[in-house]
């Protein structure tokens, strides 16, 4: 069973990096949608990102000065999806960034 803690996990974790890395930017975009039908939920995030961002280690774009005080959000993320047999994607394109986590939810019968 999809514990609601975990959905919680995701979206707040993938929210706040859309939150801080589009106030970082001169767009200063970010939309979100949520969705659910047929038992599977799927939230999508794109935001803007400043052009300062930069690889680092996790391979994953990052306007962070230390390269310690970022990552563990999306490894968070990353390990939930997988608990759930979910699918998350990362992509980035131009200065915008868009997260794509699909989850899947048990059937009610299921339980």
């Known amino acids: 069973m999809l514990h609601t803690f975990d959905i919680n ?3 707040a974790n993938l929210l706040q ?3 801080e890395a589009s106030s ?3 767009e ?3 939309s979100l949608s949520l969705s ?3 038992g599977v939920l799927k939230l999508r ?3 803007s990102f400043s052009e300062e961002a930069k690889p680092s280690r996790s391979r ?3 306007a962070k000065k230390q390269d310690t005080l970022h990552g563990f959000g999306l490894r968070s993320v990353r390990h939930i ?3 759930y047999d979910g699918v998350l994607e990362l992509n980035k394109q131009g200065n915008m960034f868009e997260a794509t986590a699909i989850l899947y939810l048990p059937d009610e019968a299921d339980n």
């Open 28 to 30: 200063k975009y970010l």
């Open 36 to 38: 659910l039908s047929k």
């Open 9 to 11: 996990s995701v979206v």
């Open 17 to 19: 990096n859309a939150i």
């Open 81 to 83: 999806v997988e608990k």
């Open 45 to 47: 995030i794109r935001n």
């Open 60 to 62: 994953l774009f990052s």
């Open 24 to 26: 970082q930017s001169a």
